[in-house]
């Protein structure tokens, strides 16, 4: 039975891809509405790990407890970060700017962690996330299909929220025409913290379900923050259902392509992606072309 | 007039500056400030003047360092010629990067250098029959003393400020504001706005790469996470930000201020130079994004009305 193996690694790729979804899901937000991409979004979810991290070595709490901790934490954080620094930063410095002073603060923050809770490699203990269950000879992580059902969730709540509120409404309009929107009587401003805060809560949930199959370290961000822009452009840019699909889709072929290339390079097939959608699809699987 | 006076009276000194001064520590700290006053312009091209935001030019830093440093190991050239072999080697780097996202509209460079800085160091880093992998290379050649690198570097940062000077002060220097202000419009006026921005990417990437070299034969020692990490992109945006973004002068007066403090700071804590960056970085974008010397130039020559010399097409934004 040699196809098991590849099963294998298209199932686990599938269950982390969701998770990729989520964090690309957030990036595409935020990005589609006020044209900033946010390079504190991968510091985010390394926040979100930490936080399920300390939530479990602190207080014992599992996965879900952590989760409903982190999105009130990370909404308020989101809406703190486009008010205090990248709202203002945009009215006077524009697209460069929050290019730049995101980036400043991802760095900043990095380091911060790295200060504070050290360099070290930190994992929840393996009791916890090695449980598997077996299906046909497929092994499935048992903390991984529990990500994956909660990333599932959060993709289709964060979906019917955009398409059937009214605030989701208003975000949708906005991406679209800025102007138009503002004219028909949506406070940009409003919408825009909105927008950052629910990308920064995805980021930050993201990084909980993360936890238990990814090490926690100060710098693990910049790795997620390379894929979410992979799975991003992808997916084709500022498109909900492409970084859904994109990260799904990422996740199979970065599992597979891992089976057939040295451990060492395997961070490098996120960029054979990426240069292969700017070569022929720049647009992304569903964005409108760009070119 | 005026100008031409200080420019020559700043060459002088600078010339004559290791002649006065014997203190090694502070030769080093001006071979930093140059290095860097050189990082950061070259950076500041196409960062400040064109708009295109790179955090990836490490790439080009680290293949010019592992270039000259490979071509002395193996076959004796001395890095003073190999370091040109290494620009032209980031330069041609730069070109598939260039040619693959300027064409598209959209933040396209600004996302994918991040990844092309990645993956040239995970290839460096694997590649270690080639480059000693994470271990690194030692020069154990004698190079010369402390006074012979300042005067070379002396010679580097001049010939990329002449060079940067006569690119923005030319026709090109307004087809890359115009780039920077409103793409599509440029385009309407016949501004070859893709290749505009190749070719700045690859003039970028030669003098960092120059830099590379420099730092490779100063240093005596290289490793991928040395001269690949992200604190080099990281340094060269941080002297252009506070010095003033999109100004000739921004990077060196940023370098004169970023490069003592973090000599000072290295010592304290291994982190405290990344989080001093980054902290600088969100402070002055918040507080000052044009930088100091837009700010001082300004506060100079508002309250005389005199004429000021606007050739320097720059303050205008950020």
């Known amino acids: 039975m040699k196809i098991i193996p590849y099963i294998q690694s298209m199932v686990n790729g599938l269950l982390v891809g969701s998770l990729y979804s989520v964090i690309a899901m ?71 700017g929050t290019l730049l002073v995101t980036a400043g603060l991802a760095y900043l923050v990095a380091n911060a962690a790295q200060l504070v809770w050290k360099a070290d490699f930190r994992s929840l203990p393996s009791a916890l996330t090695t449980r598997s269950v077996f299906l046909k000879g497929i092994s499935l992580n048992y903390s991984l299909l529990w990500a994956f059902l ?42 825009n913290m909105l927008a950052f805060a629910l990308g920064t809560a995805l980021a930050g949930m993201a990084g909980v379900l993360l936890t238990p199959v990814f090490y926690v370290y100060p710098y693990v961000g910049r790795v997620f923050l390379v894929k979410a822009f992979v799975v991003v452009v992808l997916g084709g840019m500022g498109s909900i259902v492409g970084a859904w699909l994109g990260g799904l889709l990422f996740g199979v072929v970065e599992s597979v392509a891992s089976m057939f290339i040295p451990s060492g390079y395997r961070d490098a097939v996120g960029l054979v992606v990426f240069l292969l959608v700017l070569l022929f699809k720049p647009s992304g699987l569903f964005g409108r072309s760009r070119v | 007039m005026r100008k031409l006076a200080l420019a020559i009276l700043a060459a002088v000194f600078l010339v004559v500056y290791p002649l006065l001064v014997h203190n090694r520590f502070f030769l080093h700290l001006s071979i930093m400030v140059l290095l860097y006053a050189l ?18 030019h490490a790439a080009f830093f680290g293949t010019g360092a592992y270039t000259s440093t490979l071509l002395l190991l193996r076959f004796g050239l001395s890095p003073w ?29 600004a996302l994918s250098t991040l990844a092309f800085a990645e993956i040239v160091r995970v290839i460096v880093y694997n590649w270690d029959t080639l480059t000693g992998g994470g271990d690194g290379l030692n020069i154990l050649t004698d190079l010369g003393g402390v006074v012979r690198f300042y005067y070379i570097i002396l010679a580097l940062t001049v010939a990329a400020v002449l060079v940067m000077r006569a690119c923005v002060r030319s026709r090109w220097g307004y087809f890359l504001n115009a780039i920077r202000e409103d793409e599509d419009a440029a385009e309407a006026l016949g501004v070859p706005a893709t290749r505009m921005k190749v070719i700045v990417l690859a003039v970028s990437a030669f003098f960092v790469a120059l830099g590379g070299s420099f730092f490779a ?17 990281i340094q060269m945006i941080v002297v252009t930000i ?77």
């Open chain 1, 150 to 191: 909660a990333a599932v969730i959060l993709t289709a709540v964060t979906y019917l929220f955009l398409i059937y509120t009214d605030a989701g409404r208003a975000i949708r309009a906005t991406a679209q025409d800025r102007e138009a929107a503002a004219l028909m009587g949506v406070q940009i401003h409003r919408v």
């Open chain 2, 81 to 109: 010629l190999g370091m040109f072999v290494g620009a032209v080697l980031a330069l041609l780097l730069s070109l598939p990067l260039g040619w693959l996202t300027f064409r598209l509209r959209g933040p396209y460079f």
């Open chain 2, 39 to 56: 990082l950061g312009m070259s950076w500041n091209l196409l960062g400040g003047y064109t708009g295109q935001i790179s955090f990836g």
């Open chain 2, 217 to 233: 034969a100063y240093q005596l020692y290289i490793n991928p996470d040395l001269v690949y990490e992200s604190q080099i992109s």
């Open chain 2, 242 to 318: 506070v010095g003033g973004i999109g100004t000739l002068e921004g990077p060196a007066v940023g370098a004169l201020i970023i490069v003592p403090l973090s000599e000072y700071f290295r010592g304290i804590s291994p982190v405290a130079n990344p989080l001093i960056y980054g902290l600088f970085i969100v402070m002055f974008m918040l507080f000052l994004p044009e930088g100091i010397v837009s700010r001082v130039r300004r506060l100079l020559t508002r309250p005389t009305g005199a004429v000021v010399e606007e050739r320097d097409q720059v303050s205008a934004h950020i």
């Open chain 1, 26 to 96: 957030g990036l595409t937000i935020i990005f589609g509405v006020m044209r900033v991409i946010n390079m504190a979004h991968g510091e985010l979810i390394m926040l979100g790990m930490y936080v399920a991290f300390w939530a479990f070595t602190l207080f014992g709490l599992g996965q879900m407890a952590a989760l409903l901790i982190s999105l009130p934490l990370f909404l308020v954080l989101g809406a703190a970060i486009y008010g205090g620094v990248v709202s203002r930063v945009e009215r006077r410095a524009g697209e460069m």
